[in-house]
């Protein structure tokens, strides 16, 4: 059952993205309504903390301190035995946020560019919030027409360290005509015209996952023009958590181990159904929308054998 799905937050590096942090409310709240007990991991990074989330996400390290070798090697190994990884960068990269995310995300085949994305065409109020509208097929950008970047990054896709235990991929892209580079060469910032740029990279890394984004403001409550609640965004972030928590590792977890998915709910149905879990008629949402299911696969059975024996 999801209760028992844990998902941690770090709160060892001065992170942006925090629980307690209003502007991400719709994000927090939305993990809460599925049922994900929420934690948090201080005072560094450990396996023996991480091995007690089934999804670690680290929502832009800000200031420093920095991850330090120990807690990068900790990290991967976390992943290589099955954990799961949401890296979560913002403009600039790491230059800007004075952050070391890429010296974690290389391991996985990822690095964020110190860069910010426009896009003089495609954009939402203005050019430094492109509209992404190129997806790679995957799980995670199934029915997404359109997320918001703004003020991102890019990432760099490194497909030599792939083998048959690593898999990396380009997951969203800036758009093949109009898009552009603000970038730091190491003593200025430039400008140039680069196109189709990932902004999202998926890697399945041995027994884990991890997906890395340039972009903190797409998990924002704060504006209804960028954030979660623009465009597709919702749909991106919540299929993103929904990935990263659904491994099956066998036969028996195939029975035993809940696929999470993102549905949309008529609202007359949603606050219907929010009122009988507050009667106590449902424990939750899982419970009742698998009840509702269970009910409908066995009254089409039962419909089907009807019409064999006609």
Known sequence: MTKNIAIGFDHSHNNKLTIENNAFSDFIQYLFDSDFKLGKIEAG??????????????????????????????????????????????????????????????????????????????????????????FRSHFITRDITRIIHSNGCSIKIDKSIEDEDIDVNGLAFSSENSSRQKYFNGDEWLDKSEQHIPIAGVSHYNSGKVVAIGNLSIFSSLNKSYGILAGDDFKFVTNIVSWLLNKIDSDQEQELKPILTTVAISQDLYYWIKEMINKGRWANLEELVNFALRVTKIRLKDAEKDVRDE
């Not at 007690?52 to 807690?71: A, F, K, W």
């Not at 403009?91 to 995310?101: C, S, V």
């Open 45 to 134: 990074l450990t396996y023996e903390k991480l091995y007690n989330y089934d999804l670690l996400i680290i929502g832009v390290p800000h200031l420093g301190p920095d991850l330090d070798p120990d807690e990068i090697d900790d990290l991967v190994e976390y992943v290589k035995n099955g954990g799961s990884l949401l890296i979560i960068n913002d403009g600039g990269g790491d230059y800007e946020n004075k952050n070391n995310l890429s010296e974690l995300t290389k391991n996985f085949g990822i690095v964020f560019n110190s860069d910010i994305l426009f896009d003089d065409k495609n954009f939402s109020q203005e050019n430094s919030h492109p509209i992404i509208k190129d």
